[in-house]
Every structure is written in structure tokens, then in C-alpha cells.
């Protein structure tokens, strides 16, 4: 089965609201298996506008990063960014089997 991924590129307004989210978020992402391959650290514009908060998160299945994302609890966290932070958030699928070979 193929992995589900979330991507965030966020610009914080509010640290204290945005602090908020993240810590009520983190109780979601344990409850439906989110591991983080990225959050914050260092990052550098290569194309395009570039946000200073980057964030990855990688579940077991694309219906499952869905339904984080959907959940109430991570609902409830997502309160807490709405008009404090400008981002984009993107589900993508991963790869199911062996990756294409470049040629």
C-alpha cells in the first residue's frame, strides 16, 4: 500500500496561537501514526516563493493521513492557526512498489 504524505509550507503571524496549534496537532499525529520527516530547521528557496516553516509528514496510507487531517482532533488544533499563520497544505501518495527507474 502506498504511503500518504503531508506537506505543509507555513508563514507564522502569532507564535503564541501557532504554539498552540502545534502542541494540540502532535496528540493527532500520534493518534493516527504520523511520522514527522521534517518540521521547521533549515530550508532554502530553489524555485518559487518559499515559506520559512516547512513541515513533512509521512502516514502508512493516503486514507489515513485523510483522515488526520479530517479528524476532530486535528480540527480542533487547526483552530488555533486559522488567521495566525498563511500556508498550503498538500496531501500527496507515495510511491506503491518499486520506484520508476531514470533513464
Known amino acids: 500500500m ?3 504524505y503531508i506537506i505543509a509550507r507555513v508563514t ?19 493518534k493516527y501514526g504520523a511520522h514527522v520527516l521534517a518540521r521547521g530547521g533549515r530550508y532554502e528557496p530553489l524555485d518559487g516563493e518559499a515559506r520559512p516553516r516547512n513541515v513533512i509528514l509521512e ?4 486514507d489515513q493521513a485523510k483522515a488526520y487531517f ?3 482532533e ?8 486559522l488567521g495566525k499563520s498563511v500556508g498550503e497544505f498538500v496531501l500527496v501518495e507515495g510511491f ?6 531514470e533513464h
Open 12 to 30: 507564522v503571524e502569532d507564535d503564541e496561537s501557532y504554539m498552540r496549534y502545534a502542541h494540540a496537532a502532535a496528540v493527532a499525529m500520534k
Open 2 to 4: 502506498a504511503k500518504g
Open 96 to 101: 506503491d512498489g518499486p520506484q520508476p527507474q
Open 74 to 81: 486535528y480540527q480542533a488544533a487547526r483552530a488555533h492557526r
Open 59 to 62: 502516514f502508512e496510507s493516503y
Open 70 to 72: 479530517n479528524s476532530p
